[in-house]
Structure formats: structure tokens, C-alpha cells
């Protein structure tokens, strides 16, 4: 007996903090690419920006090239020239790209730290930001009016033929870029052991070349491609980056620096293989512009992100602003507020003498380089520059978990947690008072805090049946304490 199956509904594609992203071959498709492509050209066509071109690039997962050529066939159909990288890239090297160029937009095909299984779509503003909310509701319009109809398509190799197809690759002219805000050449000259993890993504490679001919001493490992990541997530926290973590306890490195599988995140750990978890990063990050750099403008923080940035900016004089979780809403107020940088609890950094957009390798070279002055100072190993830094910043105790909810269930625990609980908020967590409520201005949680200053966060997945809880607190017990409070408050417990 055989079934007549129901024709397939076109798939709603909504851009979540970090474009759209989905499962390879199930929602994930060539269609589906293509109907994002044309999104993406139906916006620059109706601005009249189409000579202006777009910006293509991949990552390192499974047919990333192949999805990046069907981009490009969509937006060469509507006569706008592309640029496509030679092989992948990091994100970031787009966002460059379109900078360099005067594009009218970036497209990367890439799910960034997601698992190996998913693949997605970002795309870049003029500026070389993450798309902001106007730019992506006016892609977002486009795709949900091209859903089920043809999609326009001109083959790649004719398009080359006619000259509208430009390979790129950007390394030479990232490094002179590079070079305009930081000293490649004093970190190259520097005595000292750097073990790098790029997870086997995109960012191979790069830190290796970037600091080569010099005294430094850098060791690469998993830099081969494996569209599998060997089978961990290609996020540089842990347990993905353990096997890093050991081979730098074991001896022989001064630092170890950590990216991410498009290489836009960053990450760190001692020299004894202790993780320097990414809302410690952040700290370190602006500790080093303000007292290496002495740069004393704004800088932006997501809301699940440290408070000891405010800390630091009550101490060295700096404006922070605290804007909603992803880079579209940090990128677009760095450029607003002409901040010097812009950090997510997700390990993204942006700069602004640098790209309004996150970059994990100028991000892990600024590491490097603020421990090596602050070697120079007499404040070493790492551990120990840390532990300094925490005496002008404060405590920084940070935990994350994700609470995963079946599905038909999921409506009901967002009702509990963003409705039911704003009517009859808690008034204490682990035992201490709480002092201060703020509901997110997206709508999706809520974050308490405690009189020293820790807090518990909240927030509701728009895409996927979980809930995230964060926590930030004075002590690792503490730390504990609210985690379990989080996950109990989520189960209705």
C-alpha cells in the first residue's frame, strides 16, 4: 500500500540573534538557501544598490561551498556582481570585505559554534555589522513573499564568464588592517608558548600566520577540516575545548587562545589550562584598552553579560550601555555610541577601531597581547595577571546551563515564566532578598539581583524548546546555589 504524502508547507525563516540557522537536510536546503538569497537581493535591488555588489563567504561545514555557490546564482540572477571567498573564511573576513569593498551587504553561509548537523545564513550590513533589525525585516518580508515560487537563478560559471564573479582572498589585506591597531610585530618578537584551537573551523590557520617569522612559538592543533568537529560543538568553552585545556596542562605554554568554528568567538585559558570563561574575557578585554590603551570610550555589553564591565567603567571613567542578547542590537549601538567595544556572553568581541562586528582572532591577539604587557610589568604567569585583574573588577563567578522542554510543553513554561511571573515575582533567591527585577526589553525573561551585586537570568528560547538561565555571582558556591535555583524556577518547582 502506498501514501499519498501532503505537500511540504514552504518553511517560515526568521532571523534569530545570529541569522537563520537550521538542520542540514531537513529544513536546511538548497531551496531554502536560495530563498534567502533572494531576500537578501530583493533588499538591495529595491534600495538600487545592486552595483555595489555583495560579499559571499563559507565556513568549513558540510557543503558549505555548495550552499555559498547557490547564494550567489540567486543575487547574480538580479545582476549584482559578487565577491566570493577563495575557500573558507572567518566570519569576520566579510564583514571586512564589505567594509573594504563599499558592499551593499555581506552573506556567510555558516552555523558558527552550532553542532555539526546545522548550517545557517548571516548577513552583514554596509558597515560590517551584523544585519540590523530594519535591514533583516526587510530581507525577512522578501523571503516570506518569494515562499513557494520560483527563485530566479543564473549558473555561477557563466556569471564568472561575464566578469560579474570576483574571487577574494582577504588575508593579505586583513593583516596591513590589522596592523593599523595592533603591533603584530611586538607580539612576533615576544618570548613566549601559545597553544591555538580553532576546533577544526574556519579560523585555521589564521593566528599561526598572523604571528609567524618571529621569536613566539605557536602550536596549532585541529586545524585540519572535519565537517564533524570531532564530535564536539565548535563553541570554545567547555567540554568542547577539554582536550586543548589538557595539552596546555601539561606543560609548555604560556597561554592558550581558543576560537570557535567561523572563528568570530574567542576564548582563553592559563598557562595552568584553567578555561578564562568568555564573561571574565569581556572584563579583561576592556581592562586592557583602558589601562594598556588608554582608550576611555563607550562600551556595550549584552544584558546576559558581565557586571564587572560596570565595575570597570565606574573605575577608569567609561559609558556602558547594556543592550538585548546578539550582535544586531550591540553592533548597531557601538556604531550609535562610537563605543571601543562591544561584548556578548557568547564569547563574541567587536571593536571599534577595529570592525563594529565580533572577531575572534583580533580578539584572542588582544589577549595575547595584554598579558604580555602585563608581563612587562612584572604581573606574571597569566593566573596571576588574572587574579590582579579581579582585584580592580571584582568577582566574577559565572555559570550557564540550557533547560530543554518537550515541545507541546514549551507554551505553557513560557506563559509560567514571562506572564505568571511578572505578576507574582520572586522576592528571594538561594536565601538572599532580592533587590532590584529587570524584565528584558525583548520580551523573552527576566534577570534578579542580589544586594552584592550577583544575579540569575532567565530567557526564553524564541526558536527552540529551552530555556536559558545565566548566573554571575561574588562566589562559586553562590554561583551554584542560583544555577539550581534557575533550573527549579524553569520547571515550576
Same mark, same amino acid.
Given at each position: 500500500?502506498?501514501?499519498?504524502?501532503?505537500?511540504?508547507?514552504?518553511?517560515?525563516?526568521?532571523?534569530?540573534?545570529?541569522? &537563520?540557522?537550521?538542520?542540514?537536510?531537513?529544513?536546511?536546503? +538548497?531551496?531554502?538557501?536560495?530563498?534567502?538569497?533572494?531576500?537578501?537581493?530583493?533588499?538591495?535591488?529595491?534600495?538600487?544598490?545592486?552595483?555595489?555588489?555583495?560579499?559571499?563567504?563559507?565556513?568549513?561545514?558540510?557543503?558549505?561551498?555548495?550552499?555559498?555557490?547557490?547564494?550567489?546564482?540567486?543575487?547574480?540572477?538580479?545582476?549584482?556582481?559578487?565577491? +566570493?571567498?577563495?575557500?573558507?573564511? !572567518?566570519?569576520?573576513?566579510?564583514?571586512?570585505?564589505?567594509?573594504?569593498?563599499?558592499?551593499?551587504?555581506?552573506?556567510?553561509?555558516?552555523?558558527?559554534?552550532?553542532? &555539526?548537523?546545522?548550517?545557517?545564513?548571516? $548577513?552583514?550590513?554596509?558597515?560590517?555589522?551584523?544585519?540590523?533589525?530594519?535591514?533583516?525585516?526587510?530581507?525577512?518580508a522578501g523571503i516570506a513573499a518569494n515562499a513557494g515560487t520560483g527563485i530566479p537563478r543564473r549558473p555561477f560559471a557563466d556569471a564568472e564568464a561575464a566578469g560579474l564573479v570576483e574571487w577574494y582572498d582577504p588575508y593579505p589585506g586583513y593583516e596591513q588592517y590589522v596592523r593599523r591597531t595592533l603591533d603584530l610585530d611586538y607580539l612576533r618578537a615576544a618570548d613566549a608558548s601559545v597553544l591555538v584551537e580553532p576546533l577544526y573551523g574556519a579560523g585555521s590557520g589564521w593566528i599561526p600566520r598572523l604571528l609567524a617569522g618571529g621569536r613566539i612559538r605557536v602550536t596549532e592543533i585541529h586545524g585540519e577540516r572535519n565537517p564533524y568537529f570531532g564530535g564536539v560543538n565548535p563553541e570554545p568553552i567547555r567540554p568542547h575545548v577539554d582536550e586543548a585545556l589538557a595539552r596546555i596542562a601539561g606543560g609548555g605554554f604560556d597561554i592558550g587562545l581558543l576560537l570557535d568554528g567561523d572563528a568570530d568567538r574567542a576564548g582563553a585559558a592559563d598557562e595552568r589550562g584553567v578555561f578564562l570563561h568568555q564573561l571574565e574575557v569581556t572584563g579583561l578585554l576592556m581592562y586592557y584598552l583602558a589601562e594598556h590603551r588608554q582608550m576611555r570610550d563607550p562600551v556595550v555589553v549584552s544584558v546576559n553579560n558581565t557586571s564587572t564591565a560596570f565595575t570597570l567603567g565606574k573605575h577608569f571613567g567609561i559609558d556602558v550601555?547594556?543592550?538585548?542578547?546578539? +550582535?544586531?542590537?550591540?553592533?548597531?549601538?557601538?556604531?550609535?555610541?562610537?563605543?571601543?567595544?562591544?561584548?556578548?556572553?557568547?564569547?563574541?568581541?567587536?571593536?571599534?577601531?577595529?570592525?563594529?562586528?565580533?572577531?575572534?582572532?583580533?580578539?584572542?591577539?588582544?589577549?595575547?597581547?595584554? +598579558?604580555?604587557?602585563?608581563?612587562?610589568?612584572?604581573?606574571?604567569?597569566?593566573?596571576?595577571?588574572?587574579?590582579?585583574?579581579?582585584? $580592580?573588577?571584582? !568577582?566574577?563567578?559565572?555559570?550557564?546551563?540550557?533547560?530543554?522542554?518537550?515541545?507541546?510543553?514549551?507554551?505553557? $513554561?513560557?506563559?509560567?515564566l514571562l506572564v505568571d511571573l511578572a505578576a507574582t515575582p520572586p522576592t528571594s533567591l538561594a536565601g538572599e532578598p532580592i533587590v532590584r527585577t529587570q524584565a528584558l526589553n525583548t520580551?523573552?525573561?527576566?534577570? &534578579?539581583?542580589?544586594?552584592?551585586?550577583? &544575579?540569575?537570568?532567565?530567557?526564553?528560547?524564541?526558536?527552540?524548546?529551552?530555556?536559558? $538561565?545565566?548566573?554571575?555571582?561574588?562566589?562559586?558556591?553562590?554561583?551554584?546555589?542560583?544555577?539550581v535555583t534557575g533550573e527549579r524556577i524553569v520547571r515550576g518547582g
Open positions: 500500500m502506498t501514501y499519498q504524502a501532503e505537500a511540504p508547507t514552504p518553511t517560515v525563516i526568521k532571523f534569530g540573534t545570529d541569522g &537563520w540557522r537550521a538542520r542540514t537536510a531537513d529544513e536546511y536546503t +538548497f531551496e531554502n538557501v536560495r530563498r534567502c538569497a533572494d531576500g537578501v537581493a530583493r533588499y538591495v535591488a529595491g534600495r538600487g544598490e545592486q552595483a555595489k555588489g555583495v560579499v559571499i563567504a563559507h565556513d568549513r561545514r558540510f557543503a558549505s561551498e555548495h550552499f555559498a555557490q547557490a547564494a550567489a546564482e540567486v543575487l547574480l540572477a538580479y545582476d549584482i556582481p559578487v565577491a +566570493f571567498s577563495r575557500g573558507a573564511v !572567518p566570519t569576520q573576513m566579510s564583514s571586512y570585505e564589505v567594509v573594504q569593498r563599499g558592499a551593499a551587504a555581506g552573506v556567510v553561509i555558516t552555523a558558527s559554534h552550532n553542532p &555539526w548537523t546545522d548550517n545557517g545564513f548571516k $548577513v552583514k550590513a554596509p558597515t560590517g555589522a551584523a544585519g540590523g533589525a530594519e535591514m533583516l525585516a526587510g530581507i525577512e550601555h547594556e543592550v538585548p542578547v546578539g +550582535f544586531k542590537f550591540i553592533g548597531p549601538r557601538m556604531i550609535e555610541t562610537g563605543a571601543m567595544m562591544g561584548a556578548e556572553e557568547s564569547g563574541g568581541f567587536g571593536f571599534g577601531m577595529h570592525l563594529p562586528e565580533r572577531d575572534g582572532i583580533y580578539a584572542d591577539l588582544l589577549l595575547l597581547d595584554l +598579558f604580555l604587557r602585563e608581563r612587562e610589568r612584572g604581573n606574571s604567569p597569566v593566573s596571576r595577571a588574572v587574579e590582579l585583574f579581579h582585584e $580592580v573588577a571584582g !568577582p566574577s563567578c559565572y555559570r550557564r546551563i540550557d533547560v530543554h522542554v518537550e515541545r507541546a510543553l514549551y507554551d505553557g $513554561v513560557k506563559q509560567r520580551r523573552d525573561g527576566f534577570k &534578579w539581583f542580589l544586594a552584592d551585586g550577583s &544575579w540569575l537570568l532567565v530567557r526564553a528560547s524564541g526558536t527552540e524548546p529551552l530555556v536559558r $538561565v545565566y548566573t554571575e555571582a561574588s562566589t562559586p558556591a553562590l554561583r551554584d546555589e542560583l544555577v
